[in-house]
């Protein structure tokens, strides 16, 4: 059975490599040829240009496609995986069009794995952890009132006077800022229009406490029912999104007041040459290391009291190994590679693993890859 790992952009290799050098048979597909070349050409030459009719052509039954392309290609391989009877992983959100193709791929005996990534991903992971602390402790009741939060965020790790710095493209960045998000808030839906509307401080409670900026993105409620949340909890917080240095909002004002403006086929050139500006300014430096902090926190309160508050933090940040964004985005993509391959996930569409024998070997795994991760018991 052969992986097809097709992109090899700057958080792919980690992930790819580690799949080379553990001898399984990854034939590498890229839209260039020559940086795929640069990024693993001394572990294998089984490196060939990405077209998606050369590789229907060679996809064999059982065999893995990854996608590690940009967004608009993951429906279309998830397709021809099912034609093919293959399986299919891909570290990005589950999209509608995907989610459709649930009932397809059981047909066909086969695994769609998503959001195995970073975020989407190892915060599924640390989520699917708490939650079934949770349900095993004495704690546990449920007419419990809940709080869930879940912020994520790459940031330098030396901090400059905008607050941020970009590893590839600040478009996307851009894009993000001009999306709404719905969360819960004092129990009830909150509609943010744009994520500088709802900014708050947080307190992250890392090796060393330090605050940061945060905001909701997406929509976050949907992700109660795939974090097991039963659906007469008393849900009083629940909210996934962003986090970002101290001093973000301040640095970026004038961003958002702009950006606020744009419109139409102008906004969009605009926002391009936003994009190239920022690249210019603040795009990280041959070796300088980023950061990446995670925290998934899970509190419950009986009459006004915590009787459950556990936090899963991580801090990582590049180091001789590369950057903490690449391994922490292609190393779970590749444990999900390795799970389809040795019969770990059942056929259908799916996120990351909520089964606890899957999700607690993958997070061992995972606290590999950083400097600082644990389990904060704000109860003890």
Same mark, same amino acid.
């Given at each position: 059975? #052969? @992986? ?8 792919? @290799? ?5 799949? @080379? ?6 034939? +590498? ?28 052509? +060679? ?23 099912? /034609? ?7 570290? %990005? ?13 059981? /047909? =066909? ?12 991903? @190892? ?7 708490? +939650? ?6 004495? =704690? ?9 939060? &879940? ?31 719905? %969360? ?13 509307? $709802?900014? &708050? ?7 060393? $406490? ?26 009083? #917080? ?24 744009? &419109? ?41 009291? /915590? ?18 964004? =690449? ?27 909520? /089964? ?11 606290? #590999? ?12």
């Amino acid at each position: 059975m #052969t @992986i097809h790992w097709c992109g090899t952009g700057l958080s792919a @290799i980690p992930g790819l490599r580690r799949l @080379i050098e553990g001898g399984r048979e990854v034939t +590498v597909w890229n839209r260039t040829i020559e940086k795929a070349q640069e990024a693993v050409g001394d572990l294998t030459q089984d490196i060939r240009a990405f077209d998606i009719d050369a590789l229907g052509a +060679v996809l064999a039954k059982g065999d893995v496609v990854v996608s590690m392309l940009p967004g608009d290609w993951h429906v279309p391989l998830a397709e021809l995986c099912i /034609e093919k009877g293959a399986n299919f992983v891909s570290s %990005s959100y589950i999209a509608p069009e995907m989610k459709t193709l649930d009932a397809k791929a059981k /047909e =066909a005996g086969i695994a769609c794995v998503n959001e195995v990534g970073l975020d989407p991903g @190892i915060d599924h992971l640390m989520a699917h952890a708490l +939650v079934a602390d949770y349900r095993a402790s004495a =704690a546990y009741d449920a007419n419990n009132t809940l709080s869930f939060i &879940s912020y994520c965020g790459g940031v330098p790790k030396h901090a400059n006077p905008f607050r941020y710095k970009f590893s590839w493209s600040p478009l996307g960045v851009l894009k993000a800022l001009r999306s709404p998000s719905r %969360s819960i808030r004092d129990g009830k839906p909150l509609d943010v229009n744009r994520p500088w509307d $709802a900014i &708050s401080s947080y307190e992250a409670p890392l090796a060393e $406490a330090e605050t940061f900026e945060v905001y909701p993105n997406r929509d976050s409620i949907p992700f109660m029912e795939d974090y097991n949340f039963d659906p007469d909890w008393k849900v009083d #917080t629940f909210v996934r999104g962003t986090l970002r240095l101290n001093g973000w909002a301040d640095a970026w004002s004038e961003v958002f007041r702009e950006i606020e403006t744009l &419109s139409g086929p102008e906004g969009d050139a605009r926002l391009k040459e936003m994009s190239d500006q920022f690249w210019d300014e603040n795009s990280y430096d041959e070796g300088e290391p980023d950061r990446v902090v995670l925290c998934v926190g899970f509190k419950a309160e009986k009459d006004g009291a /915590e009787v459950y508050h556990k936090t899963y933090v991580m801090d990582a940040w590049g180091d001789a190994r590369g950057t903490a964004m =690449a391994r922490l985005v292609s190393i779970p993509v590749s444990l999900a590679i390795e799970a389809v391959l040795d019969g770990k996930i059942a056929p259908g569409v799916h996120a990351a693993p909520s /089964e606890e024998a899957l999700f607690s070997e993958w997070l061992t795994h995972i606290g #590999t890859l950083a400097q600082h991760m644990q389990i904060v018991d704000h109860t003890a």
